[in-house]
């Protein structure tokens, strides 16, 4: 394979269950990154959170390039770039939120790293303790007067299908959003210029690698674009039915090196 970059998803895809890269698969980056292969990261998290995390994982000084908050930022080590695009309209977001107020959820807006959230519930604790990035509760009304990158409604599990069907009758014809399920717990609106392959598009221009060149892993439905749209899409046995079906390869799960494993056989 002519692979000049990998670019990977991080949770349920370079993490495993306990929330760590293995060592295996931190070996396998080292010699990806010492054939001159771009290593980075495309994630829904956002580029603060991620950088305050890149040391506990163990891959601290292996990262080239963060595609974050699903494709809305990008922070490159290499040549210097930190940039933001197309942030939703506070207004809109107060709607969404007024949308689902009924519903038992809470909602999440990741930046700066933290997690600032309307209210403390078990949600926003929970997804707090298993990103291991920190939560605030502040009065939205005062938070939101300034565009934000997305926003998450954060739902049990069993309540999803509830959150998708409610999804299906929002609408607002001043402001266009997308919304997506991103985690067992996660549904997130986000402008709909806004994805993966937009942001990693970002990234290849500026180092001059084609996207035939770029090799991604993934896992959920909001990698489904990117592994559609790169040269060699790779999903873990974990991800999703719909992002499966657009695999150019299907490896082993986040707990048993799946990726460790591909780069091992493939790209090395």
Sequence with gaps: MNIKAIMCDVDGTLLTSE?????????????????????GLSTGRDVNSIQTLLKEWGIDGLVDSIVGTGG???YDYVL???????????KLIQEIINHYKDM????????????????????????SRDDKVPYQVVDFNEFLKEPKPKVM???DPEQM???????????NDQYKSAALITASTLFEYMDPRIS???GLKQVMEMHGIDMKEVCTFGDADNDYDMTLNAGVGVVMANGSEKTKSVANYVTDDNDHDGIAKFIENYIL
């Design 153 to 155: 409604i954060v739902t």
């Design 196 to 198: 993966k392959t937009y």
């Design 161 to 171: 299908e509830e959150v998708v069907e409610r999804s299906k009758t929002f609408h």
């Design 104 to 127: 038992d959820v809470n909602f999440a807006i990741p930046f700066d790293g933290i997690l600032f959230a309307p209210k403390d519930d078990e949600h926003i604790q929970n997804l």
């Design 72 to 74: 809305a930022e990008i």
């Design 19 to 39: 929330g760590v890269v293995s060592k295996r698969t931190v070996d396998a980056i080292k010699k990806a990154r010492e054939k001159g292969i771009l290593f």
């Design 80 to 90: 210097g770039v930190d940039k933001q695009s197309y942030p939703l309209d506070g």
